[in-house]
C-alpha cells in the first residue's frame, strides 16, 4: 500500500521595525534582558495598544506578494489564555479579518515549481521569552509586543523537500523586502508542523498531528520525516488506533516529537474582536502604492542576472540565495565592476572569507567600491592575479584601502624591453630546456615562465612574458 | 467662609482676586473631608501633601479635585479597589490625569469605587461601602461611589468619575449632584483600568453643568496613545458652547419607560409623577418634549447586552492580573498556581461570578447565541437611537424608579421580574452602547433623598446636550446643591 505525506504550515516570522506592534518600546535585537519594554509590553492597568503603521505596510507587502486577497478593514481579535510569557492574558492577533487570505506561490523544489496554497497572512503581536533554570524561570519581555506575521498554509506540500523549499523562499521574501531579516539564529522564524498521511485516493490515514514551535529549518524537516516514519510504522502495524489528533512538540536532542495535548484538551482561546482597535478602512490606493514598492525579489534578480549579465544559473543561484550577496553583487556592476568579474570575486575569496570568519557580508570590510580598487590595478595590469590576492587579504587583516598596498615598488612589470633581456639570459642558460620544449615537451613552456618569475619575483605580467617567451621558442 | 461647596467660577474668582490661596483650599478640602469620611468613606487615599499650584486663566488652576481610584497616576498608589491590586503603583500617568495636571488641577486624593469598578451599589470595594451623605442608610450606588458623595459633601468641587454602564449618572442621581459621561473617546481611555473597553468612559461629577463642560474641556483631547479617541473635536468648547439659548430644541422620552401602568411599586408612581412635572417645566424654556415609542424587546434586551459585553471584555481585560509582574505575587508550586492562587485570593465572589459570565459567553459554543447576538441587538438599539437623535436634541428619562437603596435592604429589589423596572433601572447603558453624551442633573427628591433625570444625546453632540442640561438645571432650581447635615 502506498501513502502520501500532507503538510501544512504555520510560519512565524518576527518583523524588522523600529518600534514594537503595538508599542513605542525599541525592536531591536536586545542582549541586555528586559531593556526595550514600556507599560503597554508589560500589560500594566490602563494600558492600549496602538499599530504600528511601518509593521501593517509590510504586512500587506507580504499579503500582496503572496496573491492574497487583503481585506477591506483593518481588525485586530484578542486570542485569550493564561501562560507568565503573556503579560496581558490575551495576544492581539487577527483572526475574523486578516491582513491576507485564499493567496498563492509558486516555489522552486529540486528544480521543479510547486503552487502552495496560502489560507492566510496575519499580524500579531509575540510573547515575553522564558528561560528555565533548575528551580526558577525568567521572564524576559524584550520579546513581547515584537511584531509577527504568521503565515499559514492549506495541508497542500508532501515532502520535507517540499516544505523546507516553502520555508526558504519565504525566508528570501520577507529578506528581500525587508519585512524581516528571517535569521533562524536569533530565533526569527518559528514553526508549527502539521503532518498526516493520506492514501492514493486522498483518504486520511492518520489524523491530523501538530508539532509545535520548531524553530529552524532543519528542524522542520526532522520532524516531517521523524513524523512520517513514526506515524507509517504505526498505522502499517495496526496500531492506528494509537494515533489521535493532538499537538507535539519537537525535541532537538533525541530527534522525536513528544506528546503536549491531545484534542479533547484543546484550548478554546475565546477570539473576540479587540475592542481597542477601531475597524481602519483599508484604502485601495494605498494597496495599489505598496504594490509598486514591491521590490525585485529572488527569482527575478536571478533571471535578470542570467540574461542581462549572462551568469550561469548555479553561480545567479548562490548571488540571490542571501539578498545581502545581491545588493552586493549590484552595488558592484553599479559602479562599473564587469558583472563576471564582480561575480567571481563574490562568489568565490568573498563568500570564502565570510564564511570562515564567520561573519554577515554587512560587516565584510571591502565594500565594492575598495574591492574595485584592486580590479581596476588588476585589469591595467599594474598587478597581477597573484598580488591581487595578497592585496586583497593585507586590505582584510590591516582593516585599510587596498591603495595603500598597492604601490610601484611591488606593481608589476610591463616594460617588454626588461622583460626580454630577463627572457634572453635564461634562454641563454638553458639551451637543452629549448630543445626539449621544440621536440614536443610543451609543458617546458611553463618551466619557462616560472624562471622569469623566479627572477622578477611575481612581478613580471604573465600576459607579456608569455607573449615574448612563444615569439622567442616557438618555431 | 468656605470655597470648596461653590461653583467652580466662583472658586476660581476667589483665587484670582486673592480672596484665598490655592493652599488654603488644600488645606479646607483636606480637612473637611476628614471630618466626614469616617461616616462616608468617600476616599481611600489623601494626598496630604498636595502642592499648591498658582493661578493662571485656566478655571482649574489651584483648585482640589478628587480622583476615582481606577485611573493611573505616576507614583501615586492605585488599586481600583481590588486586593488584586493591593499597593501597585503605576509607572505613568494616565492621559486625562496629565490634561487635568496641565490645567492646574490638585488631585487631593483618590476616591473609592466598586471592586475593579464593576458594581452600582459602592459596596463591593475592598476598602468597605461608602455611604450616601444624604442619609447614611442608604447607598451612593456606584462605582463612581466616593466620587458622588465627594461632590455632595462639597469637600470638592468636582471629582473623576469612570462610567460602564452608568456608574457616574447613577451615583450622581443617588447623591443629587451632575454626573456626565461625555461622547466615547471625547476623553482618553489611556490609564484608565478597562472594565469593558468598548463601553468605558472617563466623565466627571460636579454640581452643575457649566463645571461639568469646564472639568470635560481640560481633560478632553485627541490622544495618539489611544486609537479610539475623537480626532475632530479639540477646538469644541463645552463651556462657551452653553449659552443658555434653548427654545425651538427637542426632546423626547420613551413611552414604555415612562408609562406609569407599567409599574406598581409606590416610590416609582412618585419619580415618573414628579418626571412628568419637570417634563412641564421644560417645556415652559420653549423646548418641545415628545413621546415617542421604542421597541420593548429592545429594551428588555439591554440588561442582557450589557451583561454579556462588559462581563466578557472584563473577563479579558483583567487577565492582566495575575500577581506575576504586578500585585501582591500569589503562592503554589509552579507559576501557573501562583497566578490562580493570586485570582483566587483577590478578587470577590462578585467579580469571579461576572468573570464566569464573561467566559462562558466568548466560549466557542455559546460566541454565537451569547456574545455576538448581544453585539448585534446592541447595534439595532443604537440604530434605533441614532434614528431618534435625527429627529431630536436628546432622550429624557428618569434616572431610576426609586431613591438609592438603603444599605441593609440586601435583597436587591430591582432584579424582581418586572421587565419594566429592570429598564427603568438600567436603561442609562444606552448611553455606553452608543457613546453617546449623556448627562444627568438633580430634579429633586423622594423620601429625603434626591432624584435625577437624564439627558442623552446624538454621538459627539455634547455641546449641545451640555447646553440643554444647564438650561433645564437653572429651571428646576436644584444647582450647586449640596448635603447640608450628615445623618
Known sequence: ?475 | MRYLDKDLLTIHSALKNGEVTSKELIEESLTEIKKYNGDVNAFNLLIEDAKEVSVTDSILSGIPYAMKDNISTKGIRTTACSNTLKDYVPVYNATAYENLCNHGAVMIGKTNLDELAMGGTGTTGNTGTVHNPWNLKHMTGGSSAGSAAAVALGVVPYAIGTDTGDSIRKPAAYTGVVGYKPSYGLISRYGLFAFASSLDHIGTITRNVKDAAIVVDAMKGADAKDMTSIRDMDTVSLYKAIDGNVKGKKLFYIKEICDKANYEGEDTQYVLDQFKQTIDEVRTLGIEVCEESFDIDLLKAIKPIYDCVSCAEATSNDSNLTGIIFGPRGEGESVMQMMKDHRTKGFSPLIKRRFVIGSFVLQKENQERYFLNAKRVRRLICNRMNELFSKYDGLILPCSGSCAPLLDDASDKITRNNHYISILENHLAIGNFGGYPSITIPNGFIREMPMGINITGAFKDDANILNVASAIEEKLGYKNQVVKEVK
Open chain 1, 1 to 475: 500500500m502506498n501513502y502520501r505525506l500532507v503538510i501544512g504550515l504555520e510560519m512565524h516570522c518576527e518583523m524588522k521595525s523600529n518600534s514594537k506592534v503595538f508599542s513605542p518600546a525599541s525592536n531591536v535585537y536586545n542582549k541586555i534582558a528586559n531593556a526595550n519594554v514600556n507599560a503597554i509590553d508589560l500589560g500594566l492597568p490602563g494600558i492600549l495598544p496602538n499599530v504600528n503603521k511601518e509593521c501593517v505596510r509590510k504586512a500587506l507587502m507580504a499579503s500582496l506578494i503572496l496573491n492574497c486577497q487583503t481585506p477591506e478593514y483593518l481588525m485586530f481579535d484578542r486570542k485569550n489564555y493564561y501562560y507568565p510569557d503573556l503579560p496581558k492574558g490575551y495576544q492581539i492577533t487577527q483572526a475574523t479579518m486578516p491582513i491576507g487570505i485564499n493567496g498563492h506561490i509558486d516555489i522552486e523544489c529540486n528544480g521543479q515549481m510547486i503552487p502552495v496554497s496560502i489560507q492566510d497572512i496575519h499580524l500579531e503581536e509575540d510573547s515575553a521569552s522564558l528561560d528555565h533554570l533548575s528551580k526558577t524561570s525568567l521572564i524576559d519581555y524584550n520579546r513581547a509586543g515584537v511584531p509577527l506575521l504568521e503565515c499559514v498554509t492549506d495541508p497542500c506540500m508532501h515532502s520535507a523537500d517540499e516544505a523546507v523549499a516553502f520555508l526558504d523562499t519565504m525566508c528570501r521574501i520577507y529578506q528581500y523586502t525587508d519585512i524581516s531579516e528571517a535569521d533562524t539564529k536569533k530565533g526569527q522564524i518559528r514553526c508549527d508542523v502539521n503532518v498526516s498521511l493520506q492514501d492514493e485516493n486522498g483518504n486520511f490515514l492518520t489524523p491530523k498531528v501538530e508539532v509545535k514551535n520548531v524553530n529552524s529549518l532543519g528542524n522542520v524537516r526532522d520532524t516531517i520525516l521523524y513524523e512520517e516514519k513514526r506515524q507509517w510504522e504505526l498505522y502499517s502495524e495496526g496500531r492506528a488506533d494509537e494515533l489521535i489528533q493532538e499537538t507535539r512538540r519537537f525535541d532537538e536532542e533525541t530527534g522525536t516529537t513528544i506528546h503536549m495535548r491531545s484534542k479533547v484538551d484543546a484550548i478554546d482561546y475565546k477570539y473576540f474582536v479587540e475592542p481597542n482597535i477601531p475597524p481602519i478602512k483599508i484604502d485601495s490606493n494605498y494597496v495599489e502604492s505598496i504594490k509598486k514598492d514591491i521590490p525585485m525579489l529572488a527569482t527575478e534578480r536571478k533571471n535578470m542576472y542570467i540574461e542581462n549579465y549572462k551568469l550561469d544559473e548555479k553561480d545567479a543561484n548562490i548571488i540571490v540565495k542571501d539578498k545581502k550577496n545581491a545588493d552586493y553583487f549590484e552595488e558592484c556592476i553599479s559602479i562599473g565592476i564587469d558583472a563576471k568579474v564582480a561575480c567571481n570575486w563574490l562568489n568565490g575569496l568573498i563568500i570564502a572569507y565570510i564564511n570562515k570568519e564567520n561573519i554577515s557580508l554587512d560587516d565584510f570590510y571591502l565594500r565594492p567600491n575598495l574591492l574595485k580598487q584592486i580590479i581596476d590595478h588588476q585589469n591595467d595590469n599594474t598587478i597581477s592575479s597573484k598580488q591581487a590576492k595578497e592585496v586583497f587579504y593585507k586590505a582584510l587583516e590591516e582593516r585599510k584601502e587596498p591603495k595603500n598596498f598597492i604601490s610601484k615598488e611591488n606593481s608589476q612589470i610591463t616594460d617588454e624591453k626588461a622583460i626580454e633581456e630577463i627572457i634572453d639570459r635564461i634562454l641563454a642558460d638553458h639551451p637543452s630546456q629549448i630543445t626539449e620544449y621544440q621536440n614536443g615537451r610543451t609543458n617546458m613552456f611553463d618551466f619557462f615562465v616560472g624562471q622569469v618569475m623566479k627572477e622578477t619575483r611575481g612581478k613580471a605580467s604573465p600576459i607579456i612574458t608569455k607573449e615574448l617567451l612563444h615569439k622567442k621558442i616557438d618555431k
